[in-house]
């Protein structure tokens, strides 16, 4: 079992910056590969963006590419989604995820992660 437990949400004006951070606990947070996932009101989960367990690997959805960057530090179990340039659009709450394989198949598909955090609300005011 993992537990996740997203923190770093808030309200935010359009062009301004966040850092999420999902802390990871119980079985061995290295081993596993981390996402992030947002659910805007009234729309489907979607796919943020995802890092392997060994940091070779990073995939983003076309809507954050370039404005979000995903990192993780193993040594303090936690996965981080650093948000600028927001826009209203990226209104959402946010989920940490995590599977336990190095890169799960389809990434972008949330039915490949095993364990998923409480989320995170995130705000953008334009």
């Known amino acids: 079992q993992v537990q996740l437990l997203e923190s770093g949400g808030g309200s935010v004006q359009a062009g301004g910056s966040l850092r999420l951070s999902c802390t990871a606990s119980g079985r061995t947070f290295s081993r596993y590969a981390m996402g992030w996932f947002r659910q805007a009101s009234g729309k489907e989960r979607e796919f943020v963006a995802v890092?392997?367990?060994?940091?070779?690997?990073?995939y983003y959805s076309d809507s954050v590419k370039g404005r979000f960057t995903i990192s993780r530090d193993n040594a303090k179990n936690t996965l981080y989604l650093q948000m600028s340039s927001l826009k209203p659009e990226d209104t959402a709450v946010y989920y940490c995820a995590a599977d336990d394989s190095l890169v799960p198949s389809p990434y972008s598909d949330s039915a490949q992660y095993d364990y998923w955090g409480q989320g995170t609300q995130v705000t953008v005011s334009s």
């Open positions: 890092i392997s367990w060994d940091f070779k690997w990073s």
